[in-house]
């Protein structure tokens, strides 16, 4: 079956623009995660989106949105774009929320580069 | 909170030969799930193998192995018979109730 699929794979922006950012999960699975990867901070979690609602949020300031669509498709937004927010963003789904003994693993995309300039 | 950490930032092994790449977590939960994620170049995080905290055997896939040692917070894998298509960063990652939380990742290099 297909795995998670993450649009567009690269992404160039300029500082104060927006940007959303797509990820469609493994046909079945409900919960879609967020992780933004740096070189300096390593993979920080974002958010966890399961039947639509927001489960879980990281420690990330309100720019930084996300929803889950009927389907569990999910994409997230970025609001006035920071020098800062230049990463590779990681969508990661699960059969299950986080803390479910279905929870078993987390399947990820393959990132979308983003680059803020 | 939940911490993972991984004090090796760099690793080298030469083919065929074994390696050992450690991390330790803290918790205070007591049911959870711990991972060794692999990320290649081509940056797609890969699952290598899966341990349950409440099962005391250790996990092993083909040429991966663990040695988890609850009690001290461990959870270190071990690459046997390493191959050139091992290089890679490798990540532990904690499961508990509410996210998965990384360590900072091991670059591991293989030699011919």
């Known amino acids: 079956k297909a795995g998670v699929t993450q649009t567009p794979r690269y992404l160039i922006k300029t500082r104060g623009q927006q940007v959303t950012l797509s990820c469609s999960p493994i046909s079945g699975h409900r919960s879609v995660s967020w992780y933004q990867q740096t070189p300096g901070q390593g993979l920080q979690f974002l958010f966890e989106y399961f039947s639509e609602t927001q489960r879980n949020k990281g420690n990330f300031p309100g720019r930084f949105s996300g929803r889950q669509f009927s389907n569990s498709r999910s994409e997230m937004n970025v609001s006035t774009l920071e020098l800062g927010d230049s990463a590779l963003y990681l969508c990661?789904?699960?059969?299950?929320?986080?803390?479910?003994?279905?929870?078993?693993?987390?399947?990820f995309g393959q990132g979308t580069r983003l680059t803020v300039v | 909170a939940q911490t993972v950490t991984q004090s090796q930032p760099e690793m080298s092994v030469q083919e065929a030969e074994t390696v050992t790449l450690s991390c330790t977590y803290d918790?205070?939960?007591?049911?959870?799930?711990l991972f060794w994620y692999k990320q290649p170049p081509s940056r797609q995080m890969i699952l290598v193998i899966r341990?349950?905290?409440?099962?005391?055997q250790n996990a092993t896939e083909n040429r991966f192995s663990v040695n988890f040692q609850k009690a001290a917070k461990s959870f270190s894998l071990k690459i046997s018979d390493s191959q050139l298509g091992d290089a890679a960063m490798y990540f532990c990652a904690y499961n508990g109730a509410d996210k998965l939380i990384f360590g900072t990742g091991t670059r591991l290099q293989v030699f011919p």
């Open positions: 341990q349950e905290a409440y099962k005391q």
């Open positions: 918790t205070s939960e007591s049911d959870y799930y």
């Open positions: 990661a789904s699960s059969l299950a929320p986080t803390g479910s003994v279905m929870n078993t693993e987390a399947f």
